[in-house]
């Protein structure tokens, strides 16, 4: 796959400090110092200095930081250290002469901040900075969307492999487990998230987790699933019927949230805010009568994690740009009937948007 551009994001990284009153940053997120500079061990501490980068990490990743950041084409210093202490050392002697460093405030307990004040950058001012390296995260360059592509794609032949077990009588976690299983068979690296596969009466719950239910002809069963790539997630929604469905108004619930979902899509496009393609679904939902049965936002933006911004909710006010990856996931959510739900990830461009996720949405298997 075409390589992402992590030594550049370092660049682009350095302007965005001083907007944020900060002279230097400690990243403590592992997410953002993967996006960064390639590394994925399970600990680390990354400090952006004016003109140098420093990684700590343990001699657990001794080699594998080398190797990552070689890979990556990042310029930075990786100093192993065997304790967590001996790590802040080298940072708090690398940032000597720093009047402000910023601290991810979203990823830092009161606890790390008062060492890292008394113990580490003890001759700086410690500034709380919010989504600094996020905001960079939000438009993904080609090599990232290549690995959401293929993500895609997994999960999608994920779905054609489990769907004829669907009418075997098999259990809501029988079905989870084939689609985890086939994902990684198809070369995922893992899930995305829990596999939520949920029939009947449990398909009201938009999060409910697989049980041992076995799912019977003419309920709907909704699976709400992703796939793993290099990091990157996929994340795709739909709702089937094993059969025709038992009632009539399965078949209204499904027709309606296609179309909301349908038009949905349709209206994703670089300056249109969150809050409009959400806008749009709603009134599709809210014409049929079901209004309060749409209990959660219309998206959100997915890429490294499976939920970050930007956000498409009634509250949003974040605007589509091109590059953004988001979702698309209207629904309806009856207790006496079921849910629904059908999710598209979708890349916005100028004029509109590409579709990822690309498995069938029809109704009845």
């Known amino acids: 796959m075409e390589r992402s551009d992590s030594a550049g994001r370092l660049g ?29 061990g399970s600990a680390g501490l990354l400090l952006v200095l004016p003109d140098d ?3 700590t990490t343990d001699g657990r990743y001794r080699d594998q930081a080398a190797e990552q950041l070689t890979a990556a084409g990042v310029d930075a210093r990786v100093e192993v250290r065997p304790t967590l202490g001996a790590q802040h050392e080298v940072l708090g002697t690398a940032a000597r002469g720093i009047g402000r460093v910023g601290l991810e405030a979203d990823s830092v307990t009161w606890a790390q901040q008062r060492r890292f004040a008394s113990e580490v950058f003890t001759d700086a001012d410690l500034v709380a900075t919010e989504g600094v390296v996020e905001g960079l995260r939000r438009v993904k360059d080609a090599g990232e969307i290549e690995r959401m592509a293929e993500a895609a ?6 779905l054609a492999a489990v769907r004829p077990l669907l009418g075997q009588g098999v259990t809501e976690r029988e079905v989870a487990l084939g689609l ?9 690296d893992g899930s995305s998230f829990e596999t939520i596969v949920a029939s009947g009466p449990n398909g009201a719950k938009p999060h409910a987790r697989p049980t041992e239910r076995r ?18 997630c996929s994340d795709m929604t739909r709702t089937l019927c094993v059969g025709e469905p038992s009632e009539d108004i399965a078949l209204r619930m499904a027709a309606v949230v296609k179309e909301s979902q349908r038009e949905g899509v349709a209206a994703v496009k670089a300056g249109v805010r969150g809050r409009d393609v959400d806008g749009t679904c709603r009134a599709v939902i809210a014409d049929a009568g079901w209004g309060d049965a749409f209990i959660h936002g219309t998206g959100h933006g997915v890429g ?10 009634s509250t949003s006010e974040d605007v589509l740009a091109v590059g ?21 990830t979708v890349v916005v461009t100028d004029d509109g948007c590409t579709v990822l996720t690309n498995a069938p949405k029809e109704l009845i298997v």
């Open 53 to 55: 980068v420093v990684l």
């Open 324 to 344: 953004h990856v988001v979702t698309v996931e209207p629904g309806v959510y009856l207790a006496d009937h079921g849910g629904v739900r059908i999710e598209d």
């Open 180 to 188: 985890d299983y086939e994902m990684r068979r198809l070369g995922a």
């Open 153 to 158: 794609r997994i999960a999608d032949e994920a």
């Open 304 to 313: 490294l994690e499976i939920h970050e911004a930007p956000r498409v909710a």
């Open 215 to 232: 799912i019977a002809p003419g309920e709907l069963v909704v699976i709400d699933f992703g796939a793993i790539v290099d990091g990157y």
């Open 12 to 40: 682009r990284l350095r302007p965005r400090l001083s907007e944020a009153g900060c002279q230097a940053l400690l990243v403590t997120h592992l997410v953002n110092v993967r996006y960064l500079t390639g590394f994925t």
